[in-house]
């Protein structure tokens, strides 16, 4: 349930959608051989529907408390640590300042855009109301400079989402910012908690540009990287697949080689440094913002006890290290030791990793290419996890089921869902109130972190306790299928959270029908 001022929906053609105004519904006649089919009428997200839907949420808004949040998108100049980078970011900061609330209150933003091209906010896990949720041409008008723009936003729920504009490659630079939301439930069971954002990073470096990367991608056309015989013609298996347990991403994790990677806005030189006392219990709240690279991520010395994906908790599972891709986020128990630690989220598949430190007593600090042995383990994966019983679907038959078929094109840097880019797609329809049932069949030799807007999923384990997200891995030639209740009406946008893969045409729409 979010609030824009001004703005509205402005959808396109190639989105099957022709509003003739906000207050309307979209209506799609389909012809064949044998004459024309009944009207489809969409619901837009200006719509009655996605009115009711947001006076629901209204009604449960819950503390009464206003937390505010000022977001400056311009151009600056960021020091990674000890590297100078002309880019764009919020408030000139990497990531931007932490937008931290507690359960149930209203949070009140305002975006003021002071880059030479439109952007927007997409609350990136949260489920608010359809015209809020930042897909130009999907679900509104894109914000052009130096326009401002506020939003209202009650009622965030369990997880906790990351603020990114979803405008071409804008994500592959310094424009995103953490959001925080407690739960006054927990709290009890840690001392400190510290927020990891994770990155990789090539912009301004080398007077390089993420869109002269995907442009590069474009004329070289799919990079021939190592297990990528066959790829796009295979037929995707069951989840419970064999994979490498050491490397469940397989042989090709990525199409960009960064030269750097960072943990909050920051190199190995000039590290984050978490602060504590031996014995502590810290809660680390991780987020991978990258846009091409998934990170394996250990703390020297320990365990890692995961407690929560994508917001939701999960039963505990303990380990050496911990795969994050794309757009998930996971928080994880350390009970810590006496001394100095190294922090490295390793780029999975590529040279390089991100670094940072815990220091709980004296000693030198660790060289920033330590490699901790703990990243040499099998590492959990959120697929692995299971969802706390309170968190959990009830358990029914689905009413619609839809196939995406994950694929790529070899002739060129183009990437699939059902064969279709983007301005090709046609919607996944479905109604409110439906139980529905997505199928992600990987028909590539690469992994992709399929995320969907506006909802949460559970995946199918079959059993009902596969774990609550919104994004998701699909590993390479596996299939895996998650179900969703179809509670909050309009268009929503899924897509792989590899933003070159997105970009280069791997996003379709699940579409509310009236």
């Known amino acids: 349930m979010i609030e824009q001022f001004p703005g509205g929906a402005r959808l396109s053609r190639r989105n099957f959608l022709a509003l003739a105004g906000l207050g309307a519904a979209a209506t799609v006649t389909a012809c064949s051989s044998g004459g024309t089919a009944p009207a489809t009428t969409y619901v837009g997200p200006d719509s009655t529907a996605v009115k009711a839907a947001e006076q629901v949420r209204r009604t449960n808004i819950g503390t009464g408390n206003t937390v505010t949040a000022s977001l400056k998108a311009g151009l600056t100049r960021i020091d990674l640590g000890g590297v100078q980078v002309d880019t764009w970011a919020y408030n000139d900061r990497i990531p931007g300042r932490e937008i931290r609330l507690r359960r149930g209150d209203l949070l009140r933003a305002e975006l003021s855009n002071e880059l030479p091209a439109e952007s927007t906010i997409h609350w990136h896990g949260v489920a ?93 056309g799919m990079p021939m990287m190592s297990g990528m015989e066959g790829h796009g013609g295979m037929s995707g298996m069951d989840m419970a697949a064999q994979t490498d347990p050491a490397n469940p991403l397989g042989a090709d994790t990525g199409d960009v080689q960064y030269p750097y990677y960072l943990i909050n806005g920051t190199l190995g030189a000039d590290p984050f440094t978490v602060r504590a006392r031996p014995g502590q219990r810290v809660r680390l709240r991780i987020i991978n913002a990258g846009a091409d690279t998934a990170f394996r991520l250990a703390v020297g010395g320990h365990q890692l006890t995961v407690t929560h994906s994508d917001g939701y908790p999960v039963q505990p599972v303990t380990g050496s290290s911990l795969l994050i891709g794309m757009g998930e986020r996971f928080d994880a128990m350390v009970t810590l030791g006496d001394g100095v630690f190294p922090l490295v989220a390793s780029a999975e598949g590529k040279q390089g990793q991100g670094f940072a430190v815990i220091r709980t007593g004296a000693g030198e600090r660790p060289d920033p290419a330590i490699r901790p042995s703990e990243l040499d383990a099998p590492p959990i994966t959120g697929l692995a996890l299971r969802a706390r019983e309170d968190v959990r679907l009830d358990r029914r038959a689905p009413d619609r089921v839809h196939e995406l078929m994950l694929g790529m094109d070899m002739s060129g840097y183009r990437w699939t869902i059902n064969g279709a880019t983007y301005d090709e797609h046609t919607p996944l329809e479905i109604s409110q109130g439906q139980r529905v049932r997505l199928r992600f069949i990987n028909q590539t030799m690469m992994f992709h972190p399929m995320h969907l807007h506006g909802h949460t999923f559970q995946v199918v384990d079959g059993q009902g306790t596969g774990p609550r997200k919104d994004t998701t891995l699909v590993l390479p030639n596996q299939t895996v299928k998650v179900d969703l209740d179809a509670n909050n009406p309009g268009q929503w946008l899924v897509h792989c959270h590899n933003l070159y893969h997105g970009e280069a045409g791997m996003m379709t729409t699940l579409s509310y029908t009236e």
Do not use: C, K
């Open 128 to 220: 608010l109301r359809n015209d809020m949720d930042g897909v130009p041409g999907l679900t509104q008008s894109a914000i052009a400079p130096p326009q401002p723009v506020h939003l209202r936003i009650p009622r965030p729920r369990r997880r906790y989402p990351l603020a990114p504009p979803h405008v071409g490659m804008q994500f592959d630079r310094g424009l995103y910012a953490p959001v925080i939301v407690e739960d006054p439930a927990e709290g009890t069971d840690y001392d400190l908690e510290a927020v990891l954002v994770l990155d990789d990073w090539l912009d301004g470096v080398a007077g390089g540009s993420p869109d002269q990367q995907l442009d590069t991608l474009r004329r070289s």
